[in-house]
């Protein structure tokens, strides 16, 4: 017997549509398209924003933290508190000092570290208000983030580091 074959004829309605009108061609170059998008985003991204948390002179930050564990022990050896109070609705840092050997403090500094972003650094120089009270006034656009406090006194040597929560109106901090 004799099979006979029969000829499917393509007519307009069982044509396959182009291509181009089809999904999974289109869902197969948005994959490489998207990656090269994406690379162009953080090839822009990488080469305009600054990296502030990296160190130009790493070599020199390793030595200097040398010498911050010198002034940290120099206050440890003489006994110095400091408890500090910020005041946001007063603009106001206030710091009161004791030290167990009663020593003249002389002229102090506190540096405040932003986290992150080093150009939102300060250094202010404390005002003595009483025999071991001194006072700075703060900007009133601080940010409000956890900051990172050196307390110093450069004629003397030594120094207390700590941190703070600025997000509150009022903070303090025990430095030992």
Do not use: C
């Amino acid at each position: 017997m004799k099979r006979e074959r029969k000829s499917v004829m393509h007519t307009a309605d069982t044509t396959p549509p182009a291509w181009y009108r089809q999904f999974w061609p289109w869902f197969l170059i948005s994959i490489p398209l998207a990656t090269v998008i994406g690379s162009i985003i953080t090839i822009h991204l990488a080469t305009t924003s600054d990296d502030g948390l990296v160190a130009d002179n790493y070599y020199k930050k390793g030595l200097a933290i040398h010498m911050d564990a010198d002034a940290l022990q120099k206050a440890r050896t003489l006994g110095i508190v400091a408890d500090i109070n910020m005041s946001r609705s007063r603009n106001l840092l206030i710091v009161d000092l004791k030290s167990e050997k009663n020593q003249a403090f002389g002229p102090l500094q506190i540096a405040l570290r932003h986290p992150t972003r080093p150009n939102h650094d300060l250094t202010l120089d404390l005002q003595p208000v009483g025999p071991s009270r001194y006072q700075a006034s703060l900007p009133p656009d601080l940010a409000q983030v956890n900051w990172k406090i050196q307390l110093s006194a450069p004629e003397a040597g030594w120094q207390l580091h700590g941190r703070i929560d600025n997000n509150r109106n009022e903070a303090h901090l025990t430095l030992r």
